[in-house]
């Protein structure tokens, strides 16, 4: 099992730009989430996906949508990227229910520059 | 909403050595977790503790809920424990999202 993965794993781009960060799972999650990290932080919610075809805002949504394609993937998409977006982006899946135990798993994060 | 803070901020050990990572709450304990986040950047989930202590290997967690703190210990130190610490807190009205604190960046050195 590949686990999380994220495509890419390194971008940059200028300020205006739009791109789409791709996030895939293999272990039959229900529930999906995109985060970000900046320097010195720990992480924020962007978006979250509680099972295939419902989405909710997190915590920072604003600047980004999301698409929760089937179960296994949920992308994130930059309409137009501003340099406040330089982050490190992370994508993450648990099996969701609802349950206080669900454990979430991460992907190995995409490095995103905004010049 | 909920606060989570985390201490020492940074910790500079030498191979070998114990060390107590410490997370403050500012709210009930619903669902605490802890991550370590190697040099590399992956994020691994090492507890799910909500209250109690657990062990795994050299590191173990206790959380003391009526109080609104956690402790991680790392005893016998190695240079593959090096990276950021984090403990999360889920938000009591949503299952989904969890609350991070800052880290705490360890180093161990050789």
């Known amino acids: 099992n590949a686990g999380v993965t994220q495509t890419p794993k390194f971008q940059v781009l200028k300020t205006g730009q739009s791109m789409t960060l791709q996030c895939a799972q293999d272990?039959?999650?229900?529930?999906m989430y995109w985060y970000r990290q900046d320097p010195g932080m720990g992480l924020r919610l962007i978006y979250y996906?509680?099972?295939?075809?419902?989405?909710d805002k997190g915590e920072v949504p604003n600047g980004y949508n999301v698409s929760r394609l089937n179960k296994r993937e949920f992308s994130l998409r930059l309409e137009s990227a501003a340099p406040s977006q330089t982050s490190v982006y992370f994508c993450?899946?648990?099996?969701?229910?609802?349950?206080?135990?669900?454990?979430?798993?991460f992907g190995p994060g995409t490095r995103l520059t905004v010049l | 909403g909920i606060q989570v803070e985390q201490s020492p901020p940074d910790l500079i050990l030498q191979e070998g050595a114990n060390s107590t990572l410490r997370c403050n709450f500012s709210?009930?304990?619903?669902?605490l977790q802890w991550f370590h986040q190697n040099p590399w950047g992956q994020l691994i989930n090492l507890f799910y503790?909500?209250?109690?202590?657990k062990q795994n290997g050299r590191l173990s967690a206790t959380t003391v809920a009526t109080e609104r703190y956690s402790l991680l210990y790392i005893s016998s130190s190695q240079t593959t424990d090096s990276g950021v610490y984090f403990c999360?807190?889920?938000?009591?009205?949503?299952?989904?999202?969890?609350?991070w604190g800052a880290g705490t960046k360890l180093i161990i050195k050789p």
């Open positions: 709210d009930s304990v619903n669902n």
């Open positions: 993450a899946s648990s099996e969701g229910g609802g349950r206080s135990t669900d454990t979430q798993y």
């Open positions: 999360a807190e889920v938000i009591m009205d949503s299952n989904y999202q969890l609350i």
């Open positions: 503790i909500p209250s109690g202590t």
């Open positions: 996906s509680a099972s295939e075809g419902t989405t």
């Open positions: 272990m039959n999650h229900n529930s």
